[in-house]
Each structure stands twice: as C-alpha cells, then as structure tokens.
C-alpha cells in the first residue's frame, strides 16, 4: 500500500479543521464537539448537527477518524452516543493543515509587512 | 413536537446518511435545546430553528449532490463497458425525441403562437353565403350597409388585391403586389406604423385629392434604403405620384397580406365610389374582416349579420339568393387547414417516442440480465434496494439526458430541414426556430422518457436480485425477461405497424392524385407571370387599352414562339391549380332567371391564342379560340365538357350564346367544347369552365400568366423569353417563373409533406422494432446455449432449432401486427379528411402492411435462429 499523503486531503473547510482540533485530545461524542469548538473559538464558529454529521461522514470514509464504542454519555442523562476518536492519519492531516495555514499566514504577513514599509 | 419537526427535516438526507447518523443528530440537537435552556425568546427559538433547517438543508444537498456524482461515475463506466448497447440506445432516443422536439417546435411556430395582432382571437373572417350554404366574398355596397348596421363588431374593414409598379428613383421598375383597404383597416388589427401614420378617413374618400400609400418594411428597406425621409415623399408608383404616409413595424407579419395577398408590400386606400360598376352588391370580391365587439362571440355576430344579410336580401331582391353569414375566427382561416395534418405528424412522432422508450427500455433490460448478479452481490453486501434503484435510475436519467441533448441537435438539423423543404401552404413555416420552449419541451421529453424506459429494468433488476445468486433462479428469471421483452417488441411491432397502415393509405391517396389527370399536359411548360402597368394598359373599359394590352401580348408571344425549342406559348388569367380564382355567373341565352343570382356559376378565363395547344388541352368539338377572334369581331367563347353535358343535355352547346357576370353582359357564341381541367385542385371536382378571347373581353386583363410549351426542358427559354418583354416593354417585369410541374406539384404541397414524413416516422419505428426484436432474441439464444447444444449433441435437426428459435421470435412479433392492425382500423378515421378517394379501411394498405412487417421480422428473427442452428454442442457441454 502507498505511504498516507495528508496533503492529498488539504485544504480543509474550516469546519472539518476545527473538528480535528476537537478530537485532538480525546474522544468526543457529536455533541461534545459542536461545544468545544465553539469554546475554543470563543463562540465564533458554531457547528450544527447537518455540518457536523457530513464532516463525520467524510472523515470517517477517508480514516481519518474512528468510531469507538457506543456508550452513554455520563452528561446527557442515558442515552447512548458514539463516541469518535483522531485516527494516526486524521492527526497527520490535522497537522499538515495547520502547518499550512501557518506558512499561509507567514507569507501573508511579510507580504503585507512590506507593502506597510513601502507605503 | 420539536423532535418530530426535527426528525421531518431530516429526511431531507438521504437514506444512507440517515442511517447512520439520524439518532445522533436527534441526540444533538436536544442537548442543544437543553443547553439553551427553557427560556428562549421567541425570536432565539425562531433564530434557532432557521439556523437549524438551513444547515440541514445544506447538508442534504451536499449529500445528495456527492451520490448523484458517485453514481454518475459509476453510470458512465457501466455505460462506457458497452458501447454498442449504449450507442443503440443514444441513437435511439436522440431520434425519438429530436424528432419530437422538432415537431413541437414546428406546431408551436404555426398553431400555437398568437397571430400578430392586437387581441388576435377576437378578430374575425366574415363571409356572404348563398342559398346553398357557398361562402363568397362581399360586394361594397353589401360592406358599407354591414358597417353602419352591425352592433356585434366593433370594426369592420375590407380589403382587395392590387398590384403596383415602382419607378423613378434611378432605379429599375419594380413590381409588387399590394392591397387596397378600406378605412380602419390597421386600426382594426391594433397594427400601429414604425413610422409615419395610416390611412384618415378622408383619405378613403372616392376621389381624394391626392394619392397615397404605406410601405412594408421590407420594401421601405430594399427600395428606399431604410431612409425615414421617404415619409411625406411622392413615389412613382405605375407613373402615377403617391405620398408615402407610413411604414409598418418590422416583424409585422401580416397574414393577411402575405398568405391572402401573395405578400403584398404596399397598402392603397381603397376609396370606392358606391356608383363604380365594381362597387356593385353581386361584385363579390372584397374580403370582410371584423373585431368582436367586448362581450360578442363569433356565433352572435355570424347571427347577427346573417339577419343583415337577409334584409338586404328583401331590399334588393335581385342581388341575392338566400343571402346568409359565416363568421370564422382569423386564426382558423389561416392556421384550420393545415391543423389536421400538423396534429397528425405529432401522433406520429409521439408514437415514435413511445416505440423509442420501450426500444430502449428492451435495451436495458437486455443489460440487467446481464447485470443481474453483479445486483446480487451488491444486494448481498448491504446495498439498500432504494440506493441500488437511485443508481439504476442515475443511469437511466443520464442516458435520457445526453439523448436529449443529441436529439436537440436532430430536432435542430429536422428543423432546417422542414423549414426548407416545407409546402408553401403551411403559414409561418419560415418563423420556426428551435426556442427555450422547444428546448425545454426536449428537457420534459427526455425526463419522461427516462421514466418510461428506466422502470421497466428496475423492477426486474431490484425486485427479485434475492434468489439470483442461487444459480437456480436464472431460469425462471430469464423466463419472466423474456415475457417483459417480447411484450415490448410485441407493443413496438403494433406501433410500427400503425405507422405503415397510416403512412400507407396517405402514400396510396398521394399516388391516386399524382396520377389524377389534371386535365391538361404540364411537362415542358414554362409559366411567367405578367402584371402589365403603366398608364397605357389600366385596366378599364377603353377600346384603347384593351387593344394595347393586345398588341403586347401579340408581340410578347409572336417572337416567344419564334424561339428555338418552343412549340406553342400563349396567355391566361388563372392559370389552373395556381390557386387563382375567377367565378362568373353563366347565363345562357333565352332561359333568364327570375333572381340572376340563381344562374349556375363557373369560372372564366380570359385567354390569347394557342392556348389549348401549349397546354395541350384537347378540342372536343367545334374550333379552337384563334388570332382571328379579334377585337370587334363576333364575339366567342369556349366552354368545357361539364358544362356543355350539364347545362346542354339534350342540344349541341354550340352556336349557343352566353354571358358572363350580369345577365345584360355581353353575349359570347360558343364555338368549342374542350376536355375538362382540374383547376381548383387534382382532389377537387371540376366545375363549369368558359374561356374567353383576349381581345373580346370587357376590359384590359392586366394579370396574365404566359404559358411557353418546349420541346426539351422549359426553363432553358426562361431567360430569352425575359429578354422578350423587357425589349417590348422594358417597364414591365416578369415574376414567378416556374416549370408546370412545380406548380401542380406545390398544389400537393400538404400531402406531399405530411405523406413523406409520416413514411419517415414508419420506417424509423420499423427499424427501432426490428432492433428490439432482433436484439431480444439474441439475448434468448445466448441465455440458451447449452439447452440447444444439448439438443444438438442429442441429434436434433439444425432446421428443427432454427424453426425453435424463429418462432420464439415471430410469436410476439405476429402478436403485435394483430395489435397493431387492430389499433389502426380504430384509428384511421382521423385520417379521413386528409385521403383522397382512399377508404379508411382500405383492405389492400392493411396487407401491405402485414406482408412488410412480417417479412422484416421474419429476417430480424432468422440471424439468431441462423446463429443458434451452428451453436458447436461440444463447446456447450464442455463449459458445463
């Protein structure tokens, strides 16, 4: 089988990076995630159950995330939930996006550094 | 409540999506509500519940539009593995709806576009009947008195034919046709000018101080260069000056003038006076059109000016006979005798379609047995049946829209081509285009077609995939495809043979009026018409005119026949099956009729010498008309065998007398019978006919048709006898030069065009019949090899195999030739107004019919049969 390319699955929608930063440190069920991403983002990105469902989908068809098992959530009463882990490859990706961004940033700011300095 | 709302949204998702995820979205979205807690404003949760849909909807649609591509991937691929299958299939479709889509666009550009006036379906034709219910025109007198009495019309107007030489300018005399109208004419059709203004009502006026006229655009444009001066401007119109008073909007299409009055290009005031000779009450030449009054029907007014009628009727006894109305709306005068057969060329190219679809369905089906185990495995492996049937549909839906668009393309070349090669008798045949109307009706045609052929496979495939991976169910399987496709083939051979029947008899009515006598000879004939203007030749009862109109003709055809290659020329008013039209009352001498308006009518044509010889119309008894029947002479005339057996059953016709038009016209001795002629067309039955000299009658005949016999092909005379009239008269233009045989060919313009098409439409179901047939069969002896090599290795016949396989074919296709000749003795009645001494039922179309379907499918069938008889049994026996 050919090495796993990461940069094969950039650039990332914000939505679908926030969701791997999400996972980054531990299981979450959907819920859990929709919270920690607007946490993290301080309420500016809020996810929604079709948003985030389709980015599950996808994720989870290329591996990039994994389903561990069903169970309930000590937080919402019994019911049951999955839970969904970052895979090997799902972290890589995470990664190389957030590189990308970064060089994408570094670029930009020189640039516009410069343009200030001329102007 | 909320959970439910929540729950319908989400079948928005497809069905996989829901599976896997509905619950968790649901456990989502009540935690959101929970955390929101109970308080929420009624704009939050109206906020919450919008943000919710819409990121609902928007993930169906990412959903959906990710399957749609899979699946259309996946459809080109399977489509892509079989490129006969599928080219049979594009091709197939692509003329089944190119050839609809064309016919759509042909019946929306004549039927169904509005005519191009204002309010077009309250305007009406208004005609004068007599005592046995003949419509004719209307005489002034009987125009002006329905004008000032009828209360159902807001307008009234006429019109009449005229003709008109331009000069001057520096430029070359031109002829053009033109009209003559009676005030309020444009205004009564809502047609307002580009530029300039219409006719006042004081230019209408007998009399009126000076002449004025209205240009079309196309004249305004090719004569005087577009210039918008020209308004106000004289014009030399035949040596008389005219103002130009206006110029008529482009695109205005006006039927009238185009399909009534040979496209005339200019407009006169008609300005009659009620005591011209020509104004006269039994002078029926003026077409009457009318605007409904708001709140009028065309029954009200047609009651209304019939009640006119009559009491004109009792004022003026002798001027007509059981005088009664007919009002027709406008569009049916154009659009009515043409709406038969348009109607019938879209059953034809429907049916075609149908044949098309379940050719194509039978193809699919064909590709599902074969594809019926990769469904079992997919089935096997947890494919949900609404996902496989989604993907087949995909395939469906892909192979309808791509034959969509190359039908498209076909419905644009059949355009062109019907546009060009069209009979003159079907009005605005030069406007269609292929528009957004007929590409989206090719759009829904293709949708529809999609789920006509599409289903029939899908049941098939996804119905019963459950046993097929048992090897056990292949037989029943094929069994129940084989019963599915010979019904198909069996339908497709019904439509095909419905085809046959109807283009059959049309073929057979269209033979039957070729071969129709017209009465005279019309090869190696050359006809030209002559419209003689100028001051010198207008028309009138000057002794003067008539004998210069005389001398030019003489000349005209003098040195016409002095020509190499020509054998006989001569002149004529109406030239029959030209579509012209001249009817006169006939009265003999010494049997007056109380009411004239009784006496028999026939029609009148006014001829030079040599007449009958160049068109080789036979002299019965008595002489022919000759250069001797001269201006002054004793006058003569000439009439046909139907009106001398008719009118003179028991006495010889000739040394008889007769006048034409009012009983007190000039009387003719008649010194000829000739054979009878087919005038007003080869399916109408002919009339009385009289032909008069020339140079006899009561004024200058300016419109004649030259009629030039050759010895070989007639149009090598058409430039010198041009070179002819211009050297005699160089102001005179000669128009519509034509050999005979276009001229009798183009009076069966209609049913050449609707019999070849139809002819068109049964060949190609024919053949799409014969393709599912042949196909179906072959899928048969495939699935059946090694039950034949096993027959074969048993010592059957290859004969007794070829019979087994013949008759497995021929069963459905005789099947449908009893359908299909079923349906066709139902249906052909609405082919009844379009045969020509042709009985529906003819028995001779129908075997016709049979014998070349059941031949066709007889070879269709014998490949596979052939094929099956030579099937090696020990290959067979071995594979198994």
Redesign the interface.
């Known amino acids: 089988m050919a090495r796993f390319d990461p940069s094969l699955h950039l650039p990332l929608t914000p939505a679908m990076f926030q969701v791997l930063v999400a996972l980054a440190d531990g299981e979450k ?3 859990a995630i ?2 920690e991403v607007a946490r993290r983002t301080g309420g500016k990105v809020r996810l ?7 980015v ?2 996808r994720f989870a068809a290329d591996g990039l995330i994994e389903e561990s098992a069903e169970r309930p959530d000590p937080a ?1 009463d019994d ?1 049951r ?2 839970y969904y882990r970052l895979s090997d490859r799902g972290r890589a990706v995470a990664v190389a996006e957030a590189q990308r961004l970064e060089e994408t940033l570094v670029q930009a700011r020189s640039k516009l550094a410069l343009g200030l300095r001329r102007s | 409540m909320r959970e439910l709302l929540f729950r319908s949204l989400l079948l928005l ?1 497809p069905e996989e ?1 829901r599976a ?2 509905a619950r ?2 649901q ?6 509500l929970r ?1 929101a807690g109970g308080a929420l404003s009624a704009a939050a949760t109206a906020r919450l519940w919008a ?2 849909a819409w ?6 649609f ?2 959906h539009a990710d399957i749609l591509a899979r699946d259309t991937r996946y459809a080109l691929r399977t489509l892509r593995a079989r490129p006969a299958h599928t080219l049979t299939a594009l091709a197939t479709l692509a003329l089944g709806i190119g050839a609809n889509v064309a016919m759509f666009a042909v019946i929306d550009g004549v039927l169904l576009a509005p005519l191009p006036y204002r309010d077009p379906a309250r305007l009406v034709a208004i005609a004068e009947t007599n005592r046995s219910g003949e419509a004719s025109n209307v005489g002034y007198l009987s125009f002006r008195d329905l004008r000032a009495r009828a209360r159902s019309l807001d307008a009234v107007a006429v019109t009449s034919q005229s003709t008109a030489t331009l000069l001057g300018d520096g430029r070359e005399a031109q002829r053009v046709n033109a009209m003559r109208v009676s005030r309020g004419y444009f205004e009564m059709l809502g047609v307002r000018p580009a530029l300039g203004r219409v006719f006042s009502e004081a230019e209408d006026e007998p009399g009126a101080a000076r002449r004025v006229a209205i240009l079309s655009d196309r004249l305004w444009r090719d004569r005087f260069g577009a210039d918008p001066r020209v308004i106000g401007r004289p014009i030399d119109v035949s040596g008389i000056a005219h103002q130009v008073l206006g110029v008529l909007p482009r695109g205005f299409e006006d039927l009238v003038a185009g399909r009534l009055y040979e496209g005339a290009e200019l407009w006169f005031p008609l300005g009659y006076d009620e005591a011209a000779s020509f104004a006269c009450r039994t002078c029926r030449h003026l077409r009457v059109f009318g605007r409904l009054a708001p709140g009028a029907g065309e029954a009200e007014a047609e009651r209304e000016l019939a009640s006119i009628f009559r009491a004109l009727e009792a004022e003026h006894p002798t001027e007509y006979d059981g005088a009664g109305a007919q009002a027709t709306p406008l569009a049916e005068v154009f659009l009515g005798p043409v709406r038969p057969v348009l109607l019938l060329l879209w059953a034809g190219v429907l049916v075609l379609l149908v044949v098309a679809c379940s050719n194509v369905a039978n193809l699919l089906l064909l590709r599902a047995s074969e594809r019926s185990r990769e469904v079992a495995v997919r089935t096997a492996l947890g494919v949900t049946a609404g996902r496989l049937t989604r993907q087949l549909l995909t395939e469906s839906l892909l192979l309808a829209l791509v034959g969509g668009l190359v039908g498209t393309l076909v419905a644009w070349a059949a355009v062109r081509v019907l546009v060009a090669t069209g009979p003159e008798q079907l009005p605005r045949l030069a406007d269609v285009a292929l528009d957004a109307r007929a590409v989206g009706a090719a759009l829904a045609l293709s949708l529809a077609s999609a789920a006509l052929f599409g289903l029939v496979p899908l049941r098939q495939l996804v119905g019963r995939s459950g046993h097929l991976l048992s090897g056990a169910g292949r037989r029943t399987e094929s069994q129940s495809t084989w019963r599915i496709r010979s019904l198909l083939v069996a339908g497709n051979v019904a439509m095909a043979g419905l085809l046959l029947v109807g283009s059959g008899l049309l073929v057979r009515s269209l033979a039957g009026l070729l071969a129709t006598a017209p009465g005279f000879d019309p090869t190696r004939v050359l006809t030209l018409q002559i419209w003689l203007g100028g001051e010198a030749y207008r028309r009138g009862e000057d002794g003067d005119q008539i004998a210069a109109a005389t001398r030019f003709y003489d000349e005209v055809l003098a040195r016409a026949r002095a020509l190499p290659g020509v054998t006989a020329a001569a002149a004529v008013t109406t030239l029959p099956l030209a579509g012209g039209v001249d009817g006169y009352g006939l009265h003999i001498a010494g049997r007056p009729y109380a009411n004239p308006e009784q006496a028999p009518s026939g029609d009148r044509f006014v001829v030079t010498p040599q007449f009958f010889t160049a068109l080789g119309i036979p002299l019965l008894r008595g002489r022919m008309l000759d250069a001797g029947d001269a201006q002054g002479r004793a006058a003569v005339a000439v009439v046909n065998r139907t009106l001398a057996e008719a009118l003179f059953p028991s006495e010889d016709p000739l040394g008889h007398e007769l006048s034409l038009g009012p009983p007190t016209a000039a009387k003719r001795r008649i010194v000829g019978i000739v054979g009878d002629v087919r005038h007003h067309g080869l399916d109408v039955p002919v009339g009385y006919q009289v032909y008069v000299p020339q140079a006899q009658w009561a004024w200058a005949e300016t419109f004649m048709t030259l009629v030039v016999r050759t010895r070989g092909d007639p149009a090598a005379v058409a430039a010198p006898i041009r070179e002819i009239v211009r050297n005699v008269d160089p102001a005179q233009p000669v128009t519509r030069v034509r050999r005979y045989q276009e001229v009798v060919g183009a009076s069966l313009g209609t049913r050449r065009f609707a019999t070849v098409l139809l002819c068109a439409f049964a060949a190609t179901a024919l053949t799409m019949a014969l393709i599912g047939l042949y196909g179906a069969l072959g899928v048969y002896v495939g699935q059946r090899r090694q039950e034949i090599g096993v027959r074969l290795a048993l010592g059957a016949p290859a004969a007794a195999i070829r019979r087994l396989v013949l008759g497995q074919g021929m069963r459905p296709a005789v099947a449908g030739l009893a359908a299909g000749l079923l349906v066709a003795a139902l249906s052909v009645g609405v082919l009844r107004t379009l045969l020509h001494e042709v009985r529906t039922l003819d028995p001779g179309t129908f075997v016709v019919a049979a014998i070349v379907l059941l031949a066709s499918a007889s070879a269709a069938c014998f490949v596979p049969a052939w094929r099956a008889s030579r099937i090696d049994p020990a290959a067979t026996l071995r594979t198994e």
């Open positions: 069920h959907g819920y929709i919270k929604r159950a079709g948003t985030l469902y389709t599950i989908k919402l019911e939930r999955r | 998702l999506f896997a995820y968790d979205m456990a989502t979205f009540r935690a959101e955390d943000a919710t990121d609902v909807v928007r993930a169906a990412s959903e």
